[in-house]
Nanobody, 118 residues
Framework: QMILVQSGGGSVQPGGSLRLSCVAT???????????IGWYRQAPEKQRELVGW???????EYAESVKGRSTFSRDNLKNTANLQIDNVKFEDTAVYYC?????????WGQGTQVTVSS
């Protein structure tokens, strides 16, 4: 079973940058590169929102809310996926989750709080 461990986040000032990391550990059925990796976030009293998605072929898609100020990267040799959001806004405040999906299996990280405040 894959275990996703997140790090990063915390408090960020508006206009700053946040960086989140997600490391996959445990037993994989496939290579990390085979998995689609996604970042979601959930703000208080709001539904979980897809932020970015990296398909196993490498193509990355971003939500409109972060497009142009986000960078999704993955290092398949280190089983790691990273999300950076620049020029953060108050509305970026949320709990962020990484997820890995393959063959009907969906694994989630523990969640990381990001708070944008001045």
């Amino acid at each position: 079973q894959m275990i996703l461990v997140q790090s990063g986040g915390g408090s960020v000032q508006p206009g700053g940058s946040l960086r989140l990391s997600c490391v996959a550990t445990g037993n994989f059925l496939r290579m990390f590169s085979d998995y689609d990796i996604g970042w979601y976030r959930q703000a208080p009293e709001k539904q979980r929102e897809l932020v970015g998605w990296s398909r196993n072929g490498g193509k990355v898609e971003y939500a409109e809310s972060v497009k142009g100020r986000s960078t999704f990267s993955r290092d398949n040799l280190k089983n790691t996926a990273n999300l950076q959001i620049d020029n953060v806004k108050f509305e970026d405040t949320a709990v962020y989750y990484c997820t890995a999906m393959w063959g009907g299996q969906n694994f989630w990280g523990q969640g990381t709080q990001v708070t944008v405040s001045s």
